[in-house]
């Protein structure tokens, strides 16, 4: 059975600071990747997914998820966190069994 | 396009009555998603379609819960009868080929009373 595992279920950080939201996986074969981000009253949306080539993905707003096969890690990364980026966010992973299973979600908070 | 279509936005119902809610997904996608959104159980996949077919039903609670597909552009999940442990925001989510991403619908506030 494939999980996804985020270790922290609240991220504090300072605007302009650098952030890092963690993420562990367990799947049988190659992995796909994804994460997303949820707004309040809002569907989950599309950030950014690995599914094979650089470790080092870029998605959309900024953000950035390296992949590291030995430590079965994703986590996400934005170099200079934005107000604007306080919201839900959710790790995915899918194997070969093709339906997308999803992390307990962190919640990050920019604060000004 | 529109993306994933969910109807309705709210429901609020009463234990024992019967509810169903909607799904339009995004066209030319071939699988459809439904997952279950609460605090204390995060998200968890329902069902899952391809091509209208139902691959894997193990994250339906129990029989009270039915989902169908009956043509490309169309889902519905069904409750029947529903309880106030049900309440929940229920989401549906569709995506063209395995590997890419799922889009997904505004969600269906459930409140059972």
């Known amino acids: 059975a494939q999980s996804v595992a985020q270790p922290e279920d609240q991220v504090n950080v300072a605007e302009g600071n650098p952030l890092t939201v963690k993420c562990t996986y367990s799947?049988?074969?190659?992995?796909?990747l994804f994460w997303y981000v949820q707004y309040p009253n809002r569907g989950l949306q599309f950030l950014l997914k690995?599914?094979?080539?650089?470790?080092l993905v870029k998605g959309s707003y900024g953000f950035e998820a390296e992949f590291n096969k030995s430590q079965t890690s994703f986590h996400l990364k934005k170099p200079s966190a934005l107000v604007s980026d306080s919201a839900l966010y959710f790790c995915?992973?899918?194997?070969?069994?093709?339906?997308?299973?999803f992390g307990s979600g962190t919640q990050l908070t920019v604060l000004p | 396009d529109a993306g994933v279509i969910q109807s309705p936005r709210h429901e609020v119902t009463e234990m024992g009555q019967e509810v169903t809610l909607r799904c339009k997904p995004i066209?030319?996608?071939?699988?459809l998603f439904w997952y279950r959104q609460t605090m204390m159980r995060g998200l968890e996949l329902l069902i899952y379609f391809n091509n209208n077919v139902p691959i894997d039903d193990s994250g339906m609670p129990e029989d009270r819960f039915s989902a169908k597909m009956p043509n490309a552009s169309f889902s519905t999940l069904k409750i029947q009868p529903s309880e106030p442990r049900d309440s929940a925001v229920y989401f549906c989510a569709s995506r063209g080929t395995a590997g890419e991403k799922l889009f997904f619908g505004s969600g269906t506030q459930l409140s059972v009373l």
């Open positions: 690995y599914i094979t080539g650089d470790n």
């Open positions: 066209s030319g996608h071939n699988s």
């Open positions: 799947v049988s074969g190659n992995p796909y």
């Open positions: 995915a992973v899918s194997g070969s069994a093709r339906q997308l299973t």
